[in-house]
């Protein structure tokens, strides 16, 4: 069975740091480019970051990009995302996900095979 399972995600005010953490179980963790997503209330779920198998390339949104790093322990089954300078704008809640072609580093979520239930980010001021 294979499970993404997100943690990390509070409360914090506007300026404020977080870092997120996704552990994967069930498949084979270096096979797969890991990215990760958020989606606020009402609108669509949005492309944040996503790391290739080898941590060896990373792309970013423009709206994250200089705030956030995401990052990945392949020994860990394990993938990051730091979340500095946060912004209200920036609530959402937060999920990560796996891409099977790992050649790739993917925005677009029709990409992704496998998908965590998510971890919820709320910035206040």
């Known amino acids: 069975q294979v499970q993404l399972a997100e943690s990390g995600g509070g409360l914090v005010q506007a300026g404020g740091s977080l870092r997120l953490s996704c552990a994967v179980s069930g498949l084979t963790f270096s096979s797969y480019t890991m990215g990760w997503f958020r989606q606020a209330p009402g609108k669509e779920r949005e492309f944040v970051a996503v790391i290739h198998w080898s941590g060896s390339r990373t792309y970013y949104a423009d709206s994250v990009k200089g705030r956030f790093t995401i990052s990945r322990d392949n020994t860990k089954n394990t993938v990051y995302l730091q979340l500095n300078n946060l912004k209200p704008e920036d609530t959402a809640v937060y999920s990560c996900?796996?891409?099977?072609?790992?050649?790739?580093?993917?925005?677009?979520?029709?990409?992704?095979?496998?998908w965590g239930q998510g971890t919820q980010v709320t910035v206040s001021s």
């Open positions: 996900a796996a891409d099977s072609a790992r050649w790739r580093t993917s925005s677009n979520r029709n990409d992704y095979d496998y």
